[in-house]
């Protein structure tokens, strides 16, 4: 069963040539730490953005960290986004010292309720962080348009959207910063943690430098403190390199893949994946939504198949943020989602047979809601 969780083990069989390839050059370079598959993945992701700087991190959580701290988010700041999320959204954001505020979300599109925004801005407002959930934008227009009048910075959290676009533009090209994540899962995964925070801005490129290198500037002389070891990592770097050169026609065979889901699951009652105006999806996720979610898992896992909920807890409901003080219903539509969402099998390797069982399995337990 866990092999239609975690796709990549499939694509290992598929690419391993070129994975150990990567492995072997930078091993054989002598050059482990900050060396040249880092710089060239910075200029390639880079360029793959249209955008003029990227800088490496370890992880997406750090590339939120560093990518607020670089754009001058601090202790005392109110920073707005949703609670749909991946928890380490919110996680940075506590990490820097600012306080997380939530707005709801869109049912359909299960992004950010721009339209919420404005209500939510105090004076202590400083920055607007969507998430681009489930591999398509949140209303960029309207973020950016509401952060212009003002005066707040944005940050796109971009872990589960690389390659999606909005309007044309490519997810991470809207705000001030963008997030990356390159967690094994996500449509541009490592082989281990890796992240990056890219920016059209010299200034909050060489503050990531700095942050993300102890706060020095030049070796061994500390210009900022708190600083940071926040390397992305020589060897994941260099596997980025080859997966990226990838990255359309892995999105191209998720999108195939959520076409099947579609056309097979047109007819039930599951709520499936819309699409909201101007966007392009890349599915890293395939999220659908049903009332009877629990009975409908159960059912399918006694016939062996076990999917997993993105995400069960929504953050401001988890026991770690009991402190934001967002009790049972503050953000209905966000808590909806939450007991009604559940993702089927999405990676670029998913053959169409283990995509037929589950579509298979699914409308036989659909039938007996
Ligand atoms: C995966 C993810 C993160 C965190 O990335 P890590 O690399 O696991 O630290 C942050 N935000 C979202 C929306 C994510 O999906």
Not at 89 to 97: E, F, K, N, R
Not at 237 to 261: F, H, N, P
Request: aromatic share 8%.
């Amino acid at each position: 069963m866990t092999q239609l969780v975690w796709g990549y083990l499939d694509e290992y069989e598929q690419e391993r040539d070129d994975i150990l390839d990567a492995v072997d050059t930078v091993f054989r370079s002598g050059k482990l730490v900050l060396g040249p598959s880092v710089k060239q993945f910075e200029e390639e992701f880079a360029a793959y953005h249209g955008i003029a700087h990227c800088a490496g991190v370890d992880n997406g959580t750090n590339a939120i960290v560093l990518g607020l701290r670089a754009i001058g988010v601090g202790p005392g700041d109110e920073v707005i986004t949703v609670s749909n999320t991946a928890a380490p959204t919110v996680v940075a954001i506590d990490a820097v010292g600012a306080t997380p505020v939530f707005v709801d979300i869109h049912e359909d599109t299960c992004l950010m309720d721009v339209g919420q925004v404005e209500s939510a801005i105090t004076d202590r407002t400083r920055c607007l962080l969507p998430v681009h959930l489930y591999g398509q934008c949140a209303d960029m227009d309207a973020v950016t348009a509401i952060a212009g009048k003002h005066g707040l910075t944005v940050l796109e959290d971009c872990a589960q959207a690389h390659g999606a676009r909005y309007r044309g533009r490519l997810a991470g090209t809207m705000g001030e910063a963008a997030a990356f994540s390159f967690y094994p899962t996500k449509v541009l995964g490592a082989y281990g943690d890796g992240g990056a925070t890219i920016t059209g801005d010299a200034q909050v490129d060489a503050n990531l430098r700095r942050l993300r290198y102890y706060g020095m500037e030049q070796v061994y002389h500390v210009v900022e403190t708190p600083g940071y070891n926040s390397r992305l990592d020589e060897v994941q770097a260099e596997i980025l390199r080859r997966k990226l050169r990838r990255l359309d026609a892995y999105i191209e065979a998720r999108q195939a893949i959520a076409a099947r889901y579609a056309e097979a699951l047109a007819g039930t009652d599951l709520v499936l994946p819309r699409i909201a105006d101007g966007n392009s999806h890349v599915y890293y996720l395939y999220a659908v939504h049903h009332p009877a979610r629990d009975k409908i898992l159960a059912a399918l896992r006694e016939r062996g198949i076990s999917l997993s909920i993105s995400y069960p807890w929504p953050v401001h409901r988890q026991r770690g943020f009991a402190h934001l003080g967002y009790g049972q219903g503050a953000l209905p539509v966000t808590e909806r989602s939450a007991e009604q969402v559940f993702s089927l099998p999405m990676y670029p390797s998913l053959s169409r047979g283990d995509q037929d069982k589950v579509i298979d399995a699914l409308l036989d337990v659909l039938a007996t809601m």
